[in-house]
């Protein structure tokens, strides 16, 4: 490891002080004299096989590229110094948080991987907002500030993710009324391509701002984010009614949408017995033990009597952190690490959304899903998704998001079963496309060149400018492949 000012690699314990570009190894102090030295660091680099290993796995388990060496700063001047060590040097370099995304987008094959979970620090909680390093993870937050009273206003479900991470993606909430997380940032700092500090609002190096906001890490890397707040309610009445048919599960499904009287409101698509799909409506509802909700008028003139369905009251935090003891679960049970995740994640527009769920989800089998696997559809309120690189549909007050959240069935490699399921991914997405979709980038679709130009539209100009603004060299988050062959 390099610790300040030295780095041992190897079983002899070598000094190594600097990198070699033409061979692409380090290089000892006897090899040094030609080249750059490593610059002094708060934190660590390693680069023994372990720490380089970890850095090649995601979630998906799919694809598998190795860095030379692993950054764990121990400060935003770390960051600097080796962003600017590896633009002289040509190195790529990828900021990696939780590695939640399935198909190498944290990766970097060859090149620097910086752990920004080593940056973990909540630097302080008012009554509006809070001010956090990038490796903080939403869980951490939201167990100091629910005790508070305090909430943000949208959240992944899954709440074991860094704010570098899904600020840098977007972050979708089952809260259908409220914008993504990217919709909720104050202020945020970064280190850009050049290994240049800035810090950043909508007031101040808005084009930097703008960029990072669900921007893929393609031109700075958050590392300190200051997000909105509001109040919680202390507890949650979770709603689950039980559908057969795709017609009437939209009808219902866009009344209480319309109403805007839930909360949360969302399908989780489940085995039926038969080798098909049943749709379970969730619906939440906020409230203060003095004023529970009203059942029977929250789900009034539906398809379904409100009495069929099933409702549980939980404490707020408790309800936020179910997907978290799910995958708890799942780990217990051997079907989460090393199993593949090959994920399908898809913006719809409102006006194609129910011919399209409608039309796949009884193509799909059990191997398409998977023993610890679902489906989900969100809706989400447009008007409030304001951050431009989060490339949603062209559409109506309403679009949706849809998963198709695939695991295998055991842990392990198993190629056959890797490449169906990319090849059904690349088929629902050209369909999905050609009904007005966008891709939710945290899944498994392989995209060319043109596919990315499609995927931005019009911000395509927009957003090549800000890379070479930005990144100059090219350097930063290859794994999305956005910008491959530009300069």
């Known amino acids: 490891?390099?610790?300040?000012?030295?780095?041992?690699?190897?079983?002899?314990?070598?000094?190594?002080?600097?990198?070699?570009?033409?061979?692409?190894?380090?290089?000892?102090?006897?090899?040094?004299?030609?080249?750059?030295?490593?610059?002094?660091?708060?934190?660590?680099?390693?680069?023994?096989?372990?720490?380089?290993?970890?850095?090649?796995?995601?979630?998906?388990?799919?694809?598998?590229?190795?860095?030379?060496?692993?950054?764990?700063?121990?400060?935003?001047?770390?960051?600097?110094?080796?962003?600017?060590?590896?633009?002289?040097?040509?190195?790529?370099?990828?900021?990696?948080?939780?590695?939640?995304?399935?198909?190498?987008?944290?990766?970097?094959?060859?090149?620097?991987s910086i752990e920004t979970k080593t940056l973990n620090t909540i630097h302080s909680?008012?009554?509006?907002?809070?001010?956090?390093?990038?490796?903080?993870?939403?869980?951490?937050?939201?167990?100091?500030?629910?005790?508070?009273?305090?909430?943000?206003?949208?959240?992944?479900?899954?709440?074991?993710?860094?704010?570098?991470?899904?600020?840098?993606?977007g972050g979708i909430s089952a809260n259908f009324g409220n914008g993504a997380q990217v919709d909720?940032?104050?202020?945020?700092?970064?280190?850009?391509?050049?290994?240049?500090?800035?810090?950043?609002?909508?007031?101040?190096?808005?084009?930097?701002?703008?960029?990072?906001?669900?921007?893929?890490?393609?031109?700075?890397?958050?590392?300190?984010a200051v997000v909105e707040l509001i109040p919680a309610k202390p507890m949650v009445r979770a709603y689950t009614f039980t559908y057969t048919d795709n017609a009437t599960f939209f009808r219902d499904f866009r009344t209480l949408i319309n109403r805007e009287e839930l909360d949360e409101l969302y399908n989780f698509g489940i085995p039926n017995g038969s080798g098909g799909f049943m749709y379970q409506l969730n619906a939440a509802k906020y409230f203060d033990p003095s004023h529970p909700p009203d059942t029977a008028t929250l789900f009034r003139g539906l398809s379904v009597d409100p009495a069929a369905g099933q409702f549980q009251d939980v404490p707020y935090l408790d309800y936020l952190l179910r997907i978290d003891s799910l995958v708890d679960f799942f780990r217990t049970q051997g079907l989460w690490d090393g199993v593949l995740h090959p994920w399908f994640d898809i913006f719809l527009p409102e006006r194609t959304v129910e011919q399209y769920v409608g039309e796949v989800t009884p193509t799909l089998t059990f191997d398409d899903v998977g023993a610890a696997?679902?489906?989900?559809?969100?809706?989400?309120?447009?008007?409030?998704?304001?951050?431009?690189?989060?490339?949603?549909?062209?559409?109506?007050k309403w679009f949706y998001l849809f998963d198709i959240l695939t695991a295998n069935s055991v842990a392990g490699p198993d190629p056959a079963f890797q490449a169906r399921m990319i090849a059904r991914n690349n088929r629902l997405f050209e369909k999905a496309r050609r009904m007005g979709a966008t891709r939710y980038p945290i899944g498994v679709v392989e995209f060319s060149q043109l596919d990315w130009i499609l995927q931005y539209g019009r911000e395509w100009p927009v957003f090549l400018s800000r890379k070479r603004q930005f990144d100059p060299d090219g350097i930063l988050t290859p794994g999305p492949g956005i910008f491959d062959g530009f300069r």
Request: with cysteine; net charge neutral; glycine share 10%.
């Open 1 to 112: 490891m390099i610790g300040r000012r030295h780095f041992l690699a190897g079983l002899g314990a070598v000094a190594v002080v600097g990198f070699n570009p033409r061979s692409r190894t380090w290089i000892s102090v006897a090899e040094a004299a030609p080249f750059d030295r490593i610059p002094p660091l708060d934190g660590v680099l390693r680069m023994d096989p372990a720490s380089l290993s970890a850095a090649a796995v995601d979630v998906g388990n799919i694809v598998h590229n190795t860095p030379i060496a692993v950054l764990e700063p121990g400060s935003v001047e770390d960051i600097q110094k080796m962003i600017r060590y590896c633009r002289r040097h040509g190195i790529k370099v990828g900021p990696r948080g939780m590695a939640h995304t399935t198909f190498g987008q944290s990766q970097v094959e060859a090149g620097l």
């Open 373 to 396: 696997g679902f489906l989900l559809l969100f809706a989400k309120k447009r008007e409030n998704f304001t951050r431009p690189f989060l490339r949603i549909p062209e559409t109506e």
């Open 184 to 224: 909720y940032v104050r202020e945020l700092d970064i280190v850009t391509g050049e290994g240049e500090f800035r810090h950043c609002s909508a007031h101040e190096n808005k084009d930097l701002f703008e960029v990072v906001l669900a921007g893929l890490g393609q031109c700075g890397i958050i590392t300190r």
């Open 125 to 169: 909680v008012t009554s509006t907002s809070a001010d956090v390093d990038a490796g903080v993870t939403w869980k951490d937050l939201l167990t100091q500030i629910v005790p508070m009273g305090l909430t943000p206003p949208a959240l992944t479900g899954f709440t074991g993710l860094s704010f570098g991470g899904t600020l840098s993606v």
